[in-house]
Nanobody
Framework: QLQASGGGLVQAGGSLRLSCAAS????????VGWFRQAPGKEREFVAA????????YYTDSVKGRFTISRANAKNTVYLQMNNLKPEDTAVYYC?????????????????WGQGTLVTVSS
């Protein structure tokens, strides 16, 4: 079970850190991805990290602004979001892939959190 938290309202240029906390040992050997869904749009990939934390991947629009990391001892994955823009406004979801494929496809993730809302004002 995944629990996403850390969303909120922030002004453009501000920062937020999202957390994805999990129960169970499977999480520690799973890749974890962050996805987001803006109003009226399809869910899109944001970032992913492999189970060791040694590899990560980002969609182009967040490169240089967002950083994904994990603390397996705490069963938690983080998404540090800096220099936020109004177009980053969305519900952010974390998901776990037990095969640790570092995928950008949401269909390849097995477990999903409930989402946390990020609103960036201009």
């Amino acid at each position: 079970q995944l629990q996403a938290s850390g969303g909120g309202l922030v002004q453009a240029g501000g920062s937020l850190r999202l957390s994805c906390a999990a129960s169970g040992r499977t999480f520690r050997t799973s890749a974890v991805g962050w996805f987001r869904q803006a109003p009226g749009k399809e869910r899109e990939f944001v970032a992913a990290i492999n189970w060791t934390g040694s590899k990560s991947y980002y969609t182009d629009s967040v490169k240089g602004r967002f950083t994904i990391s994990r603390a397996n001892a705490k069963n938690t994955v983080y998404l540090q979001m800096n220099n936020l823009k109004p177009e980053d406004t969305a519900v952010y979801y974390c998901a776990a892939d037990v095969d640790s494929r570092l995928s950008t496809e949401d269909s390849e993730y097995d477990y999903w959190g409930q989402g946390t809302l990020v609103t960036v004002s201009s």
